[in-house]
């Protein structure tokens, strides 16, 4: 019996290295380095369907347990405490804005400036303010204001649409 334990206790580290082996195989561990720019992700974003899921960039300030912990030092404010994470909850950032390496102080874009569009209505001279757009509509068809007609689904027919 002892020998039979003895055999089964063998077996069963061949199998944890033959698994070992395997998963290191598919991996791709790449530590960061102190200074590197990462993204965080964040699971509590999940939830929200059109949050954004990464948050970042955060700079690499310390690497722990041979690089598979990082404090993370954030770089929109960095007057708040480091956070340390994981390996599997970061990513590298890649940015097309020049993140140099200077005085520290980043500027980054938080919102992509659009520019606006110039939407003034033209005033004829004889007249000294704008006026609506004016349609010739029977009580039956409605229009909007865009010139569109509106048909009422079949369940409305008995309400009134106010335009």
């Not at 070992?20 to 380095?33: E, H, L, T, V």
């Not at 310390?62 to 970061?90: E, F």
């Not at 004016?134 to 008995?158: A, E, F, H, I, M």
Request: charged content about 25%; proline content about 7%; some cysteine.
């Amino acid at each position: 019996m002892k020998h039979a334990s003895y055999l089964v206790g063998q077996e069963l580290v061949k199998c944890q290295a033959r698994q070992a082996d395997y998963f290191n195989s598919k991996s791709r561990f790449q530590p960061y380095n102190i200074g590197d720019l990462v993204w965080i992700d964040d699971p509590a974003k999940q939830r929200d369907k059109l949050a954004a899921r990464w948050n970042g960039p955060f700079r690499v300030s310390r690497v722990m347990n041979n690089g598979t912990t990082y404090q993370l030092q954030d770089l929109s404010n960095l007057n708040k405490p480091a956070k340390i994470l994981h390996y599997n909850r970061l990513k590298p950032f890649c940015s097309p804005y020049n993140l140099g390496e200077g005085d520290g102080n980043v500027n980054i874009p938080m919102q992509v400036q659009v520019p606006r569009l110039n939407l003034q209505m033209e005033i004829p001279e004889d007249q000294s303010e704008p006026q609506a757009p004016t349609t010739n509509v029977s009580k039956d068809n409605k229009v909007t204001r865009l010139g569109r007609k509106v048909k009422l689904p079949s369940y409305l027919n008995d309400y009134e649409l106010d335009i």
